[in-house]
T-cell receptor
Framework: AQSVAQPEDQVNVAEGNPLTVKCTYSVSGNPYLFWYVQYPNRGLQFLLKYITGDNLVKGSYGFEAEFNKSQTSFHLKKPSALVSDSALYFCAVRDITGAGSYQLTFGKGTKLSVIP | EAQVTQNPRYLITVTGKKLTVTCSQNMNHEYMSWYRQDPGLGLRQIYYSMNVEVTDKGDVPEGYKVSRKEKRNFPLILESPSPNQTSLYFC????????????FGPGTRLTVT
């Protein structure tokens, strides 16, 4: 079975500082990994994904994430946080070689608060 | 404009009264899915569909039904709603079930009393 863990329910960071939102995953095969963001009273929006190739992927709004196979992690990062980045962030995984290859499993979400 | 629409956006109903939440996408996507979002539990997949007439259970299918008779529509049916189905529901679609990202609808907030 595939699973995702986001170990922090909330992350607080000062505006202008770098931010990291952590994600670890578990799959039996190879993963496709995704980050989504949810602003208040909105649906989820896609940020970035790792499919194959370069372990560092860049996405929308200046976000990037690094795929680390040995640590089974896919942490979301941004060099300089903005107040407008405050939102709920979800990591998701699909096991492309396992029985759950049609399913997308989400983590519980991490609330990011950027303090002015 | 490419989008996923859901209706209704808000619904308050009583236990046992059958209801349907509609979902429609205009992107000719093959893959569609329903999720529920609950505090502290994140998003959990209810059902998904790989294409017309092809559906399968997600992680929390109990108490729900779906159908996919047309490519653009994927309604979620609650035959006999119960209070534990009070939740925020999202429909999503993607080009296929592989590497493509999902597009989400705006959500339907359901309250069952």
């Amino acid at each position: 079975a595939q699973s995702v863990a986001q170990p922090e329910d909330q992350v607080n960071v000062a505006e202008g500082n770098p931010l990291t939102v952590k994600c670890t995953y578990s799959v039996s095969g190879n993963p496709y990994l995704f980050w989504y963001v949810q602003y208040p009273n909105r649906g989820l929006q896609f940020l970035l994904k790792y499919i194959t190739g370069d372990n560092l992927v860049k996405g929308s709004y200046g976000f990037e994430a690094e795929f680390n196979k040995s640590q089974t992690s896919f942490h979301l990062k941004k060099p300089s946080a903005l107040v407008s980045d405050s939102a709920l962030y979800f990591c998701a995984v699909r096991d492309i070689t396992g029985a759950g290859s049609y399913q997308l499993t989400f983590g519980k979400g991490t609330k990011l608060s950027v303090i002015p | 404009e490419a989008q996923v629409t859901q209706n209704p956006r808000y619904l308050i109903t009583v236990t046992g009264k059958k209801l349907t939440v509609t979902c429609s996408q205009n992107m000719n996507h093959e893959y569609m899915s329903w999720y529920r979002q609950d505090p502290g539990l994140g998003l959990r997949q209810i059902y998904y569909s790989m294409n017309v007439e092809v559906t399968d259970k997600g992680d929390v299918p109990e108490g729900y039904k779906v159908s996919r008779k047309e490519k653009r529509n994927f309604p979620l049916i609650l035959e006999s709603p119960s209070p534990n189905q009070t939740s925020l529901y999202f429909c999503a679609s993607s080009f296929n079930s592989g590497s493509y990202e999902q597009y989400f609808g705006p959500g339907t907030r359901l309250t069952v009393t």
